[in-house]
Nanobody
């Protein structure tokens, strides 16, 4: 219950778009916080967006206006739409989850126990 499975990786040219998916396997809980993290090679995972069960979203300054987090609650699927992608967006994107809570304050990876397997995204210039 609550395990996460992500879509396959892809490559795009700068300025292009991708839509990542994260499926929650089995049933989920009525309240949750589900962030998306980006990990560049050799760097720590950085939160880029989050959405919680009441639909509230937040974004890192680096992606505001370009990335959009959304969810299909009926089918337990989360989405991260990435637009106007740049080479620095290259890396692995992870979805994560914490249940019986809502998103608040600074999102850090250590706060989350459930993780997707990651989706490799490559943006070429």
């Amino acid at each position: 219950q609550g395990q996460l499975q992500q879509s396959e990786g892809d490559s795009v040219q700068a300025g292009g778009s991708l839509k990542l998916t994260c499926s929650v396997l089995g049933s989920t809980y009525s309240s949750y916080c589900m962030p998306w993290f980006h990990q560049s090679q050799g760097k720590d995972r950085e939160g880029v967006a989050n959405i919680d069960s009441d639909g509230s979203t937040n974004y890192a300054d680096s992606v505001k206006g370009r990335f959009t987090a959304s969810q299909d609650k009926a089918n337990n699927v989360l989405y991260l739409e990435l637009n106007n992608m740049q080479p620095e967006d290259t890396g692995i994107y992870y979805c994560a989850a914490a249940y019986l809570t809502y998103c608040s304050g600074n999102i850090v990876a250590s706060d989350f126990n459930y993780w997707g397997q990651g989706t490799q995204v490559t943006v070429s210039s």
